[in-house]
């Protein structure tokens, strides 16, 4: 069983940068495949970004060049670094992790969620 716990949302102007944090319990967490994803208020969960456990990645189109992730397998800890946010960034944010250690873009293919942090981009 692996519990996700995300942290570091909030506030930015357009522009601006924002670092989001997942931290996993478990020890089983650096043999899992982990991502990020976000939803926005009547839209569909959108696929952020991936990586495995030895630090391969995954990104969505739209935030590709602008965002970063990155995982520290030895404090269980994954992190998104967003940089050039804008308007249509603003999502609540959510952790995910998978079970089998391979890049994944879709939803479905995700064990274990967190419950989201928010991110608003002002303009």
């Known amino acids: 069983q692996v519990q996700l716990v995300e942290s570091g949302g909030g506030l930015v102007q357009a522009g601006g940068s924002l670092r989001v944090s997942c931290a996993a319990s478990g020890r089983t967490f650096s043999s899992y495949a982990m991502g990020w994803f976000r939803q926005a208020p009547g839209k569909q969960r959108e696929f952020v970004a991936a990586?495995?456990?030895?630090?391969?990645?995954l990104y969505g189109d739209s935030v590709k060049g602008r965002f970063t992730i990155s995982r520290g397998n030895a404090n269980h800890t994954m992190y998104l670094q967003m940089n050039d946010l804008t308007p249509e960034d603003t999502a609540v944010y959510y952790c995910?992790?998978?079970?089998?250690?391979?890049?994944?873009?879709?939803?479905?293919?995700?064990?274990?969620w967190g419950q989201g942090t928010q991110v608003t981009v002002s303009s």
């Open positions: 990586v495995t456990w030895s630090g391969r990645t």
């Open positions: 995910a992790a998978r079970k089998i250690n391979s890049l994944s873009s879709r939803v479905s293919n995700y064990d274990y």
